[in-house]
């Protein structure tokens, strides 16, 4: 059985999770308390980060986008990179997009803020820093919004890895009820497309203690 260490509420495991998950390929999924740095997690990822993979052939991956490229090319169906050379170039931008931009200005200003700080450093919430999280997301669902009126999904016809990439992080973010959903009505109708894939299940039932998840989180007609 494959194994996943992943932190529930980080969208870099979320989505390697979504990948695995529309690939139908089996996991078992390990909780990774990275603030603790345990030894034996270094031993197999010095860098202490999550996701880490390891496969079937006990080959050990780090970093999502390096464990998303190579999910695709092990296991070709369905290709989430894309098969042509531009789909496969527009995955990748879009993709860097929200790992690089959407969460410095997102992710890292409401989920880290209001979750992971304070196990890192032992801290309370910026108030600044998610006033600027808040109205940074509005840019970034007006971006979804314009890229749906124009293709069927983010990166074009198909689902891609660009898809899944801005679910995880929009899912981390929702979390915690902080996505203005009601401005943006073609970004939530894409995200609930997502929502209802059998791959997002698992998401849908994440917990993290001491933190309480929104109430529609979990709902499919949000």
Request: proline share 5%; aromatic share 12%; net charge negative.
């Amino acid at each position: 059985m494959r194994t996943l260490f992943h932190v529930p509420l980080c969208p870099f495991s979320r989505k390697v999770r979504l990948t695995l998950a529309e690939k139908k390929l089996d996991v078992n999924l390990e909780p990774e308390l990275v603030w603790k740095k345990r030894e034996e997690f270094l031993e197999v990822n010095p860098a202490g980060k999550v996701p880490v993979l390891i496969d079937l052939n006990q080959k050990i991956l780090c970093d999502s986008n390096s464990i998303c490229e190579y999910l695709d090319e092990a296991y070709p169906e369905p290709s989430l990179i894309g098969r042509d050379i531009f789909q496969r170039a527009e995955t990748r931008r879009l993709t860097a997009w929200f790992d690089d931009k959407f969460n410095q200005e997102v992710t890292r200003t409401i989920v880290y803020e209001k979750t992971l700080k304070r196990f890192f450093e032992q801290a309370g919430p910026d108030s600044n820093a998610l006033r600027a999280g808040k109205a940074a997301i509005e840019f970034h669902l007006d971006y979804i919004s314009w890229l749906i009126d124009r293709r069927n999904w983010l990166a074009g016809d198909d689902l891609s890895l660009a898809d899944l990439t801005a679910a995880a992080h929009l899912s981390c973010v929702d979390f915690l009820g902080s996505v203005p959903w009601d401005k943006f009505p073609d970004a939530k109708e894409w995200y609930s497309r997502l929502k209802c894939r059998p791959s997002f299940r698992s998401l849908l039932t994440d917990k993290m203690p001491g933190i309480t998840f929104a109430s529609h989180y979990a709902d499919l007609d949000f």
